[in-house]
């Protein structure tokens, strides 16, 4: 997704590694999808450069659950890990910042 936002504003893969503040060999396996783990900065600045949202840089495979330690192959069940009572979709940032639970 990156590579076609990129092109579809007209900039180089040089151009971009150089706004975002990265390496061109960095920023290529980042387009090329060769970062298993991308630093959230590297996708947060070429978002910015480009003028999209975070989310449309988001390929599909990293939006799945990703096992570090070995241990935790599922993401935990809301109901047993959460200590207040949001179904998933429901909380919103604006709605735990109006209820004082975030600043």
Sequence with gaps: MLARVRLARGV???ELADAIGISL???RRL???DM???GIRYLANAALALGVELDVLIEDEWREWMV???QR???PRYE??????????QAHLDD???QGRLA
């Design 96 to 98: 735990l910042r109006e």
């Design 31 to 33: 387009e090329r999808n």
């Design 68 to 70: 570090f330690d070995g």
């Design 25 to 27: 060999p960095t920023y």
């Design 36 to 38: 298993d783990n991308p």
């Design 73 to 75: 192959h599922a993401p």
């Design 12 to 14: 180089t893969q040089e």
């Design 80 to 89: 047993e890990f959460w200590r207040r009572p949001f179904p998933p979709g």
